[in-house]
């Protein structure tokens, strides 16, 4: 079974403050996504990786960088989180060359 | 990237056959058709994929018209378990990359 971890599910943060999300996965996937999910948009793409040190922006990446170092894993930063960045983020990865992602369990973020 | 089209929400009574229909009328000739699953407080699963005509697994079918400008997820005798959100995803499978589009995807409500 493909397993997508997500460093948290729940995380609380002050305006301002710098915000690492994580994401590791353990199927040797090649690529890898992160998306927020916010009521009645769905979910949109921040970022997505092709590969070790590959980036691409997605539909809305301001205000977020990501890093991708090693294969497994895929960090997204907030800079300097601001309270419209409170949502759901979800990350996922895929074999390249495939359609089906998977997805990790989400983390649940608060901007205060 | 095609862009697709399905209801916001649907209602059912549980063990009824639930049929929810995705419209992309721009489909490629290179995309493939996928249905995503996500229950509250979870990131989205794979359902089934298709290209054409009819797929069927333990889940559910995909029924697919030659013109493949639209989709039916059909899942048959619902419980309440069935109740999340659905999405209907369409891309290329052949490329290394790519960006995917998730909508807003349908909410399916089972009432006992």
């Known amino acids: 079974d493909v397993k997508v971890t997500q460093s948290s599910r729940y995380l609380v943060k002050r305006t301002g403050e710098k915000v690492f999300l994580e994401c590791v996965q353990d199927m040797d996937h090649e690529n890898m996504f992160w998306y927020r999910q916010d009521p009645g948009l769905g979910l949109r793409l921040i970022y997505f990786?092709?590969?070790?040190?590959?980036?691409e922006k997605g539909d809305i990446p301001e205000g977020y960088s990501v890093s991708r170092e090693k294969k497994e894993r895929f960090s997204l930063i907030l800079e300097s989180a601001s309270t419209n960045q409170t949502s759901m983020y979800l990350c996922a990865s895929k074999i390249a060359g495939e359609q089906t992602q998977y997805f990790g369990p989400g983390t649940r973020l608060l901007v205060l | 990237l095609a862009k697709t089209t399905q209801p916001i929400s649907m209602d059912s009574y549980e063990g009824q056959e639930v049929n929810i229909t995705c419209s992309h009328n721009n489909i490629a000739t290179n995309d493939y058709i996928t249905w995503y699953q996500q229950f509250p407080s979870q990131g989205p699963r794979f359902i089934i994929q298709?290209?054409?005509t009819k797929v069927t697994n333990e889940v559910a079918s995909l029924f697919i018209p030659a013109d493949r400008k639209s989709s039916t997820l059909s899942l048959p005798r619902v419980s309440l378990s069935d109740t999340a959100v659905y999405y209907c995803l369409v891309g290329d499978r052949s490329g290394g990359y790519q960006k995917v589009t998730f909508g807003t995807g349908t909410k399916l409500q089972v009432i006992p």
């Open positions: 298709g290209y054409k």
């Open positions: 990786s092709y590969d070790v040190k590959m980036k």
